[in-house]
């Protein structure tokens, strides 16, 4: 049977909210979706709409604000860039790192796809215990040094910056929470911060891609392979994510060459619909849960 995309282009736009009227919001075309991933292999990618239910904003969804990432150029640049983004930062994984996994993380143990690939940084897959997961961006929870790569943990540099900047904190309860794990502040507010160095010398950075960074060739090669053992039988399912960077939107375009079936469940409009097998706007935490009772059941 011949599987047709149920959105046309012309609505594909992700800047756009999907029409109330368009087949995404058609019961229908959820539970055709939920009838097609039932007993397919399957492979997952997972964006920041999945951890909204943990208390984490995303990026793109229908009522985040326009952010403005630092990139990797900008954090190598100057003292005072990496000053910016540790201070940020500090504040910011004092706060992520107490959010645990929601409905939809433990859904996706149960549903137990042949690769689980997350585009998010905040371990929260790895909490919930998915077995077969790859950390596209890598994790916020690790830091890596520039010069002598070695990881050490987010932790332990945590306690060294509350150490270095005891007082920092103090003030800035009310700082908004940003999708990356940092805060809304001031550059101003940032010139104080110390901020130290590897044991080496080396200059300390989350252990994340940045924009203006790739992903690590071997981490893509082994998404790929696991799309492409996917054939015509299997299916990829990507939940919460808009797909505006290529990153994420490489996988839903390989697949669908290989006709592959690929199911989109998100809240608002994304870059793949126009590939998408069924595009259902629904949150993720629900459609998991069914897909996993479907499963499992």
Same mark, same amino acid.
């Given at each position: ?16 909210? =999907? ?10 075309? =959820? ?82 796809? /042949? ?32 010069? $002598? =790569? ?31 794990? /940092? ?14 160095? $590897? ?23 082994? $998404? ?74």
């Amino acid at each position: 049977m011949s599987l047709l995309p149920t959105r046309s282009p012309a609505a594909t736009s992700p800047s756009q909210q =999907r029409d109330p009227d368009a087949a995404a919001h058609d019961p229908a075309t =959820r539970a055709a979706a939920l009838d097609l991933l039932a007993d397919r292999d399957l492979v997952v990618l997972t964006g920041a709409g999945l951890s909204t239910d943990s208390g984490i904003p995303d990026y793109r969804g229908p009522q985040a604000p326009t952010r403005t990432p630092m990139t990797y150029q900008e954090f190598v640049a100057t003292p005072e860039a990496r000053r910016r983004y540790w201070a940020r930062s500090h504040l910011g994984w004092g706060r992520m790192r107490h959010a645990d996994p929601n409905t939809g993380h433990r859904a996706l143990v149960e549903v137990d796809p /042949d690769l689980l690939i997350t585009q998010n940084v905040d371990g929260l897959h790895e909490r919930a215990g998915s077995p077969r997961l790859v950390a596209l961006h890598g994790r916020i929870a690790d830091v890596v040094c520039l010069g $002598c =790569r070695r990881t050490t943990s987010r932790a332990a540099l945590h306690e060294r910056l509350s150490a270095l900047n005891p007082d920092f904190g103090a003030g800035h309860d009310d700082a908004e929470t940003r999708p990356d794990g /940092d805060v809304e502040l001031e550059a101003s507010l940032t010139e104080s911060f110390v901020v130290p160095d $590897c044991d080496c010398g080396g200059t300390l950075k989350p252990d994340v891609v940045f924009f203006g960074e790739n992903v690590p060739a071997p981490r893509v090669q082994r $998404c790929y392979d696991a799309v492409d053992a996917l054939g015509a039988g299997g299916a990829l399912l990507v939940v919460g994510s808009s797909l505006t960077v290529m990153s994420g939107f490489r996988f839903v375009r390989r697949a669908a060459r290989a006709g592959t079936p690929v199911v989109v469940v998100n809240r608002g409009a994304t870059r793949g619909d126009a590939l998408a097998t069924y595009a259902v706007e629904a949150g993720c935490s629900g459609f998991l849960a069914d897909l996993a009772a479907r499963r499992v059941g």
